[in-house]
């Protein structure tokens, strides 16, 4: 049964692959268990390429099969449509394209089977990737925001030096009708005069201006540090939700870009074992002697050509003789008086009534 399924797969023609040796039915199927196992690995490669993809195992299974199931018919085709020649060079031109196409079906089966070998790998890869986005992201965030808080730090700066130079001023007023009622400075006589109740009181009027401007500024750098802080919740707030994106930097474009950054050589090799998988097939026929199996079916196709050719030639051999029977009957023909009388008679009918024709029409005209 296995047996069987292997000849199968490799396409031979079974009722021809019967009559042959035991040895001839080994290479067929070796060469069908080739294209079999082939066609498993595109199936396996493909699905974990779906999964990635879909995150789905009945959908990445169902495609994988689909895919599976499209090499297998390509393979099968490949290695059945390759004919023996006597000349090598003929048979590595006929096989070119095949071989094109079998390095395609290569790489196409062993980058998914390379993303899973290199996951960890490629996992590290993606996880410095992601810090590094995630920093890139924060860094384009503050851009949107930091202008505008650096705008209200400035101004809450300002208000608090304004406060500070009032104070400033306060305190200079102060010491100033300190000193008087001293007299330490200006008059220079102790007590309390009139210099002295002038100067207390635009110390009194400067500090119930410096009350008042602490009020206000104080309402202000509260109204602006709001303000801050709302930025920086709206700034935090877009970080976390644009981090999910980042987060979700994994899907198969990302895990292909990743495993370019590892070394190539063991993708590489990966990549010459599915290939030399793949090709196996192709070459076991370019390389292997005719054998029993080739001559019979050269013979089969020969026969068939052969009495295509019969056929062919026997068509037109007998439009070529109908052809001549019939032109000698009409020739016999056209050299009988009785013929030409006839004919003679239903021309002159027919040149009548044409006549007669043409007169009704013209007379109706007028």
């Known amino acids: 049964m296995l047996k069987h399924f292997f000849l199968v797969c490799s396409g031979v023609d079974l009722t021809l692959i019967r009559d042959c040796s035991d040895g001839e039915q080994t290479k067929y199927v070796g060469i069908g268990a080739t294209v079999f196992f082939t066609a498993l690995m595109a199936f396996i490669a493909s699905a974990y390429a779906l999964y990635t993809v879909f995150d789905n195992p009945y959908a990445a299974i169902g495609f994988g099969l689909i895919w599976g199931l499209l090499i297998f018919n390509l393979d099968r085709f490949i290695v059945s449509t390759l004919r023996k020649k006597n000349d090598k060079f003929a048979e590595l031109l006929q096989a070119t394209p095949r071989i094109i196409l079998a390095i395609i079906i290569a790489i196409v089966i062993s980058k998914p089977l ?3 070998i290199f996951e960890k790998e490629i996992d590290q890869v993606l996880l410095e990737q992601k810090n590094e986005l995630t920093l890139a992201n924060k860094a384009q965030i503050a851009e949107q ?30 010491e100033t009708y300190i000193a008087e009622a001293e007299g330490r400075k ?17 110390h009194d009027t400067a500090l119930q201006a410096l009350q008042t401007l ?14 801050i802080s709302e ?24 895990r292909v870009n990743a495993l370019t950054k590892l070394p190539w050589l063991p993708s590489f090799f990966i990549f010459l074992l599915f290939l030399a998988i793949e090709t196996s097939p192709i070459f076991a026929k370019l390389f ?13 196709e020969d026969a068939v050509k052969t009495w295509v050719a019969q056929k062919v030639h026997q068509r037109k051999t007998l439009l070529q003789t109908d052809v001549s029977l019939n032109n000698k009957v009409y020739n016999d023909i056209a050299e009988e008086e009785e013929a030409y009388n006839y004919k003679r008679k239903k021309a002159r009918e027919l040149m009548q009534l044409q006549a007669d024709s043409f007169y009704n029409l013209q007379k109706k005209q007028l």
Do not use: C, W
Not at 187 to 201: L, M, S
């Open 145 to 174: 925001f930091t202008p505008e808080i650096k705008q209200l730090h400035e101004e809450i700066r300002l208000l608090k030096d304004e406060i500070v130079t009032k104070e400033k001023e306060v305190n200079d007023l102060y």
């Open 231 to 254: 930025l920086a919740a709206q700034q935090k707030n877009q970080e976390i939700n644009t981090q999910p994106i980042i987060d979700g930097f994994d899907g198969l474009m990302a």
């Open 214 to 227: 602490r009020t206000e500024n104080s309402e202000k750098i509260a109204h602006k540090e709001l303000a």
């Open 288 to 300: 292997s002697p005719k054998g029993e199996y080739d001559a019979k079916l050269q013979d089969a």
């Open 114 to 116: 390379e993303l899973k």
């Open 186 to 202: 200006g008059t220079e006589i102790v007590g309390k005069g009139p210099v002295y109740k002038e100067k207390r009181e635009k």
